[in-house]
Nanobody, 130 residues
């Protein structure tokens, strides 16, 4: 059974940092692209970043570029998202998800097709106070 579990969310002041982790089980992570998404109240779920199955390509949304850092450790079946210089606009539930190799993670995040992501975690809340 495939499972993804996010952790590391919380309440932080503007300018602060958080480190989100996505721990997976039931799959061999190096066969999958991984995406981080977020959903703020009343808004659609949006892609934040993604990483190809071997980690050779990492793509970020313009809104987080230079502030967030995504990495993966296939041997540990873990993906992380370091959130720096957080802003109130970053407040959302953050989700990790997997897509088959060759899908999901494109050079332009606006091309993301959410339906290509098959497995999702339950999400972790990030709240940034001003």
């Amino acid at each position: 059974q495939v499972r993804l579990m996010e952790s590391g969310g919380g309440l932080v002041q503007s300018g602060g940092s958080l480190r989100l982790s996505c721990t997976t089980s039931g799959l061999s992570l190096d066969n999958y692209a991984i995406g981080w998404f977020r959903q703020a109240p009343g808004k659609d779920r949006e892609p934040v970043s993604c990483i190809s199955n071997k980690g050779g390509r990492i793509i970020y949304a313009d809104s987080v570029k230079g502030r967030f850092i995504m990495s993966r450790a296939n041997a540990d079946n873990t993906v992380t998202l370091q959130l720096n210089s957080l802003e109130p606009e970053d407040t959302a539930v953050y989700y990790c998800a997997t897509a088959d190799s060759g899908y999901g993670c494109y050079d332009d995040l606006s091309s993301t097709r959410i339906h290509e992501y098959d497995y999702w975690g339950q999400g972790t809340q990030v709240t940034v106070s001003s």
